[in-house]
């Protein structure tokens, strides 16, 4: 069927914009994590801070099937586990925080990223017409 919503050339197209605004919400919580804290914008504070973001992520992606089985579970799974091991490494590079202020910055981390990464999700549902495949 010629141009069928479900082609391997759209599937393709989905999967490309899937990892491309997973990734760009990452980087986008970062920028908005060093704007927040009012760090300096030196490449070496976006540096230390999205090297770990975007390795795990992109390690579990391949791990859990991310953008093979593209839908919400995957999604979860890889947020879920990504997100907290970045955050680990990401304050054993730099030090901090530790304690009850790593509980914190656990719990925003985790947050914002999830919102991040649904909102883009659904600019992505939004303009491919869908997505995520029927069930």
Same mark, same amino acid.
């Given at each position: 069927?010629?141009?069928?919503?479900?082609?391997? =050339? $759209? =599937?393709? #197209?989905? !999967? !490309?914009?899937?990892?491309?605004?997973?990734?760009?919400?990452?980087?986008?919580f970062?920028?908005?994590?060093? *704007?927040? $804290? $009012?760090?300096t914008?030196?490449?070496?504070?976006?540096?230390?801070?999205?090297?770990?973001?975007?390795?795990?992520?992109? /390690?579990?992606? +391949?791990? +859990?099937?991310?953008y093979? *089985?593209? /839908?919400?579970? @995957?999604?979860? *799974?890889?947020?879920?586990?990504?997100?907290?091991?970045?955050?680990?490494?990401?304050?054993?590079? !730099?030090?901090?925080?530790? #304690?009850?202020?790593?509980?914190?910055?656990?719990i925003?981390?985790? #947050?914002? @990223?999830?919102?991040?990464?649904?909102?883009? =999700?659904?600019?992505?549902?939004? @303009?491919?017409? *869908?997505?995520?495949p029927?069930?």
């Amino acid at each position: 069927m010629m141009g069928a919503v479900s082609s391997p =050339r $759209h =599937r393709r #197209g989905v !999967v !490309v914009a899937l990892a491309v605004v997973d990734i760009a919400a990452l980087q986008l919580f970062v920028l908005a994590g060093i *704007r927040s $804290h $009012h760090e300096t914008t030196a490449l070496t504070t976006y540096v230390r801070n999205a090297i770990p973001l975007t390795v795990s992520w992109v /390690g579990f992606s +391949f791990l +859990f099937g991310t953008y093979r *089985r593209y /839908g919400f579970s @995957t999604l979860w *799974r890889t947020w879920l586990v990504s997100v907290p091991v970045a955050l680990v490494v990401r304050s054993i590079w !730099v030090g901090s925080p530790t #304690g009850f202020a790593f509980l914190t910055f656990l719990i925003v981390g985790l #947050g914002f @990223t999830g919102l991040f990464l649904l909102v883009a =999700r659904g600019l992505v549902a939004l @303009t491919t017409g *869908r997505g995520y495949p029927k069930r």
